[in-house]
């Protein structure tokens, strides 16, 4: 199966690395291995670009730069139309990949991939809608106006758990602003770049455009560090850890460049004495145990009225153990294998911190005995003020903790650092507009009777506090892969000055 796979992509058991203009054959770094999650089974190899190919890949995408900025924005929609249909082609076989090297399920797999062809058909009409404003002037015969170009070579570094649409929110919508691209995907998913690399590759040099996306695929002392210090790139997209955030935050800020930040999550689900606990419980499940957890926006807290608490705790602690578990590619199975040895060990001292603290575990949490990095989702009931529940851990854990007022539930969703995503199922129509209200969710994203994952690409997608306040893929959020520019055109023959100042000369 994974031979043809291959095939099919067009990848060798070798892959290089890095690309510009072409692929660099030999990039000159060490040879990583991408394994399978569910059977610990090595996909296929990659080899890392050195930090002298990474200033060959730089200095390509600061020179196609040049070219592409003064291409009109409708014409290189045209290039992201043709990515986008291309990706149509092989929507399945990447979805696969993707099951295959992050232990996705497959349904998810290939909703990674629609969410990349999204991208790619929003962009296109974004191509023809990066509108600029006419600003009334204060002086006679004078025209102000408001524009926007494109911003430069810019880097994107992405997360294993969204391997291809985090780069496609950055990509898509920064190729059409007129900016290239530089990649520096995760090493636990090094296929799926490069298979990704190779079709959009492909099309942009068959529009005449080499260069405009790029991959460099390396350590973070040859690769990471010096795209953070580098001043040919006026923008980092980077997701991942908190920790990353703010070390990305401080490097690229000392030089004055941009950042956009999509970080950890810590998110809540509360769940009001008037709910539809039938959606409830549908909506809590998703969110907690999609992707096994390990989604930014995963459901990490559980924050239930007092009066549906134990209705609430007991109805998820009989579903949690009918949630097949298995390899990701098998129909029917809704759980994976977390993406690492690590993040298992990890999930496991969570847990046992939590019964340290004064937590106690209902249903889940163990591991699987059979081969890969197969959990139990966990359901722990909590209090309020432990300290774990306050912790983003990257596993399918959640915490159950009663309130009594809606100001009270309000407030634990709030007292953690990250401010990603929320939800609140109700039907009181007071209760969801407080909770939407300034004085009510602190987060990005803030959901009515829905849970907290599953964003679609047409609303700016991020988060606040530690979350690093970025914004990605829609709305507006196309501004910050571009520059701003005040343009005042004086059609007169004199020169009156603003504010009324006077300034005589001759």
């Known amino acids: 199966m994974f031979e043809d796979l291959l095939d099919r992509l067009g990848l060798s058991s070798v892959e290089s690395g890095a690309c510009h203009v072409r692929w660099v054959d030999d990039p000159k770094g060490e040879v990583i291995a991408s394994d399978n999650p569910a059977t610990g089974q090595t996909l296929g190899r990659v080899k890392y670009a050195t930090r002298d190919v990474y200033e060959e890949v730089v200095d390509q995408a600061v020179g196609a730069f040049k070219k592409w900025r003064m291409t009109p924005a409708p014409r290189r929609g045209?290039?992201?139309?043709?990515?986008?249909?291309?990706?149509?082609?092989?929507?399945?076989?990447?979805?696969?990949?993707?099951?295959?090297?992050?232990?996705?399920?497959?349904?998810?797999?290939?909703?990674?991939?629609?969410?990349?062809i999204d991208m790619a058909d929003f962009s296109v009409g974004l191509s023809r809608q990066l509108y600029g404003l006419t600003i009334a002037s204060e002086r006679p015969r004078h025209r102000m106006m408001e524009q926007w170009h494109p911003l430069g070579a810019i880097g994107v570094i992405t997360a294993f758990n969204f391997p291809a649409a985090v780069w496609a929110w950055n990509a898509m919508v920064a190729a059409v602003c007129g900016d290239t691209v530089i990649w520096k995907p995760s090493p636990l998913a090094p296929l799926t770049a490069v298979a990704v690399q190779k079709i959009v590759a492909r099309v942009a040099e068959e529009e005449g455009f080499p260069g405009v996306f790029n991959l460099s695929l390396g350590s973070i002392e040859d690769v990471g560090e010096p795209m953070l210090n580098d001043g040919r790139l006026p923008l980092i997209s980077a997701t991942g850890s908190c920790r990353l955030g703010y070390h990305v935050a401080e490097v690229v800020g000392r030089r004055l460049g941009r950042t956009i930040l999509e970080l950890g999550g810590n998110n809540a689900v509360i769940v009001a004495p008037s709910a539809d606990l039938d959606l409830a419980i549908r909506g809590i499940a998703f969110a907690a145990v999609g992707t096994a957890g390990q989604r930014c926006t995963t459901a990490r807290r559980l924050i239930v009225h007092e009066s549906v608490y134990e209705q609430v705790v007991d109805r998820l602690a009989r579903a949690y153990p009918t949630l097949p578990i298995g390899n990701p590619w098998d129909d029917g199975v809704l759980v994976g294998p977390l993406i690492h040895e690590q993040a298992v060990e990890a999930m496991q001292s969570a847990l046992r911190r939590a019964e340290e603290q004064g937590g106690k575990v209902v249903v889940g949490g163990k591991r699987l005995d059979r081969p890969g990095c197969f959990v139990e989702p966990a359901l722990v009931r909590a209090k309020r003020g432990m300290a774990v529940v306050g912790e983003e851990t990257f596993a399918p854990i959640l915490y159950a903790m009663p309130y009594r007022e809606i100001e009270e539930a309000i407030a634990i969703q709030n007292e953690v650092e990250q401010g990603l995503t929320s939800a609140i199922f109700t039907r009181d129509l007071l209760e969801a507009e407080r909770f939407l209200s300034?004085?009510?969710?602190?987060?990005?994203?803030?959901?009515v009777n829905i849970g907290t994952s599953g964003a679609e690409i047409g609303g700016a997608f991020g988060g606040e506090k530690a979350t690093g306040g970025g914004r990605e893929a829609g709305s507006d959020s196309w501004k910050a892969y571009m520059r701003r520019q005040t343009c005042t055109i004086n059609y007169g023959a004199e020169l009156p000055l603003a504010q009324g100042v006077r300034f005589d000369v001759g």
């Open 78 to 116: 045209e290039v992201v139309r043709k990515i986008g249909n291309e990706l149509r082609k092989y929507k399945a076989d990447l979805g696969l990949l993707i099951t295959l090297e992050t232990g996705k399920i497959r349904s998810e797999g290939e909703g990674e991939v629609q969410e990349m």
């Open 438 to 447: 300034p004085e009510g969710s602190d987060c990005g994203i803030a959901n």
